[in-house]
């Protein structure tokens, strides 16, 4: 039987909570089960204020447009991620300076983002790869010192937590940064049918004009509050919040988000531990999870010394009907983004680019699966 890379979780009371929604007779957005989802994240995270969007990408633009960003402004974004962690800011107007990825893990390296500050330095997007938290100890002192804005991109991150080396203490991945975006893609960990975000506003300067980007440019939220009695055009804006039946599909998701981290963890740690025989050869190397990271179980990842010994590991799975796929071409050499970029070397960016491959991983997926995948991978270093 085949194994395919990703398959969307089901709890089966998706359709049901969608049929509620429908009869409800509230059809558009910001109805009751956009009010439970956003007050879900708040309680169980501490998120100050959540937004549901229509995407992750809408969720960085809105913390791109909350930046508010004046053209010539720079934004320092790790080259190795999707492209819209990038493009939620180019089209504020902002300069993208890409930024290299560290040799332990593919995470934004903490310690070259001084060298990259310029006097229009404004903002710096951690992007949490694979759901694993980047330094955020030493990124909110750098943004600090310069006084810059942080924005997470914790698409793939959600109950994931940084601990701080200092008190020891657990935070959730998205609390950190003054803004924070999760994606409900599909292909993440919990999703709203296929489509949806979350904005997170971590520092109340942005709450009002949070709530008016995503009303389209309008204050209704808080003419629903009775703040004012009429309400209008105040500011920019967009469609940004999701109709209720997404909502509803969220939902349904969230009430089983325990038992699908720990189902993904049990198949992680399989992965893991089937695997360090191989690693510890020397065949590749396994997801690095530091210190001050908990791991969420978003993806297993390899990464091997060469492309070709890659392409290799692809090939044989292919050839036993297993999907394994890789993963982001770095950005600062996209078709879109090679002449706007200054030229530096991003090598280890580079490196991720042509030696990182991801094998299955969605709760649908069995330990016995999992076990038949490594010895797949096994047998193609036995001798
Ligand atoms: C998935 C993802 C996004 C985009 O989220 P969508 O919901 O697909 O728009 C942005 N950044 C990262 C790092 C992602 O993994």
Redesign the pocket.
């Known amino acids: 039987m085949s194994i395919p890379f990703n398959k969307p979780y089901l709890t089966g009371k998706e359709a049901h909570y969608m049929y509620k929604a429908v009869f409800a007779g509230h059809l558009s957005g910001n109805g009751e089960y956009t009010k439970k989802c956003q007050a879900f994240f708040q309680e169980r995270y501490g998120f100050k204020k959540c937004l549901l969007t229509t995407?992750?990408?809408?969720?960085?633009e809105m913390c791109a447009m909350l930046c508010d960003l004046k053209p010539g402004d720079e934004v320092i974004i790790p080259s190795y991620?999707?492209?819209?962690?990038a493009l939620a800011f180019l089209r504020e107007g902002a300069k993208v300076v890409f930024a290299d990825s560290m040799k332990r893990n593919p995470n934004l390296d903490a310690e070259a983002i001084e060298a990259l500050i310029t006097p229009r330095t404004k903002v710096i997007v951690p992007?949490?790869?694979a759901g694993v938290a980047c330094d955020m100890d030493r990124i909110m002192e750098i943004a600090e010192k310069h006084n810059l804005l942080v924005v997470e991109?914790a698409?793939?991150a959600i109950d994931s937590y940084y601990r701080s080396p200092v008190t020891g203490n657990p935070f959730p991945l998205g609390s950190i940064g003054h803004l924070a975006?999760f994606?409900?893609?599909e292909?993440?960990n919990i999703t709203a049918g296929g489509?949806?975000?979350l904005l997170v506003v971590n520092d109340e300067r942005f709450i009002r004009r949070a709530e008016i980007l995503w009303e389209k440019g309008t204050n209704r939220a808080e003419f629903f509050r009775g703040a004012v009695n009429k309400y209008g055009w105040v500011d920019m804006g967009s469609s940004f919040l999701p109709a209720e039946i997404n909502a509803a599909f969220l939902w349904a998701q969230l009430e089983n988000l325990d038992e699908i981290q720990n189902k993904r963890k049990a198949l992680w740690e399989t992965y893991y531990k089937l695997l360090k025989p191989l690693a510890d050869k020397g065949y590749f190397q396994l997801p690095d999870i530091p210190e001050y990271a908990t791991n969420n179980a978003h993806m297993f990842y390899l990464v091997f010394p060469s492309l070709e010994k890659r392409t290799a590991l692809i090939q044989h799975l292919r050839e036993n009907d297993i999907m394994a796929v890789f993963h982001y071409l770095s950005l600062h050499s996209s078709q879109y983004y090679k002449d706007k970029h200054d030229g530096r070397e991003l090598p280890e960016c580079d490196r991720y680019a042509d030696t990182l491959v991801r094998l299955p991983m969605y709760y649908d997926l069995e330990i016995e699966d999992v076990e038949r995948i490594c010895l797949v991978i096994q047998a193609m270093y036995s001798v």
Do not use: P
């Open positions: 995407s992750g990408t809408d969720a960085l991620t999707f492209v819209s962690s992007v949490h790869y991109d698409a793939q975006a994606s409900f893609h292909t993440k489509e949806g975000g």
